[in-house]
T-cell receptor, first 111, second 116 residues
Framework: RKEVEQDPGPFNVPEGATVAFNCTYSNSASQSFFWYRQDCRKEPKLLMSVYSSGNEDGRFTAQLNRASQYISLLIRDSKLSDSATYLC????????????FGKGTKLSVKP | GAVVSQHPSWVICKSGTSVKIECRSLDFQATTMFWYRQFPKQSLMLMATSNEGSKATYEQGVEKDKFLINHASLTLSTLTVTSAHPEDSSFYICSRGGQDPTDTQYFGPGTRLTVL
């Protein structure tokens, strides 16, 4: 089983749609969780950290279920500029160097 | 603004040559920096952890003699791909962490290496 697994995608949605991404991780000792976005041929950029209580940042909501080892990202009212690949990232042992990246889910928002 | 810079942003070289990539932490003295590699349509994979003033720590399967890492100052880490071959063509990205061990990492803009 891969350490971090994501929906394979791609997700093609119209503007204004709500889209949800799912991610599971295999290491129960993982301590920190993040969603990054990566534009084509660019470096990943942090979108948001994910907390057990759930957290929201504007149109983006992230949820973490430690018992199920499951992370989600919800994007509401999607914009054309949301088109990117969304990476689920897990910090393996609480030390910064052990970020494990999922392969990413590509989102394409169409007019 | 950017907190990590990389140079060059892209490089094309002939097989057998060595390529040096620089990674600078612009706003923070980083005792530890990280080097990743990303092949097309693949995940970012950690290659090594660069430690200021000491040897780098390499991930399993990464050849330390091929990927030389030097972290001579608190703001600069370099990765040298020695005797590059076409299979080394990839997107190389460095990063640094924050002050808290649970912080995420801040990535440089990446270097796209193409070996002919």
């Amino acid at each position: 089983r891969k350490e971090v697994e994501q929906d394979p995608g791609p997700f093609n949605v119209p503007e204004g749609a709500t889209v949800a991404f799912n991610c599971t991780y295999s290491n129960s000792a993982s301590q920190s969780f993040f969603w990054y976005r990566q534009d084509c041929r660019k470096e990943p950029k942090l979108l948001m950290s994910v907390y057990s209580s759930g957290n929201e940042d504007g149109r983006f909501t992230a949820q973490l279920n430690r018992a199920s080892q499951y992370i989600s990202l919800l994007i509401r009212d999607s914009k054309l500029s949301d088109s990117a690949t969304y990476l689920c990232v897990v910090n393996k042992r609480g030390s910064q160097g052990n970020l494990i990246f999922g392969k990413g889910t590509k989102l394409s928002v169409k007019p | 603004g950017a907190v990590v810079s990389q140079h060059p942003s892209w490089v094309i070289c002939k097989s057998g040559t060595s390529v040096k990539i620089e990674c600078r932490s612009l706003d923070f003295q980083a005792t530890t920096m990280f080097w990743y590699r990303q092949f097309p349509k693949q995940s970012l994979m950690l290659m090594a952890t660069s430690n200021e003033g000491s040897k780098a720590t390499y991930e399993q399967g990464v050849e330390k003699d091929k990927f030389l890492i030097n972290h001579a100052s608190l703001t600069l880490s370099t990765l040298t791909v020695t005797s590059a071959h076409p299979e080394d063509s990839s997107f190389y990205i460095c990063s640094r962490g924050g002050q808290d061990p649970t912080d995420t990492q801040y990535f440089g803009p990446g270097t796209r290496l193409t070996v002919l």
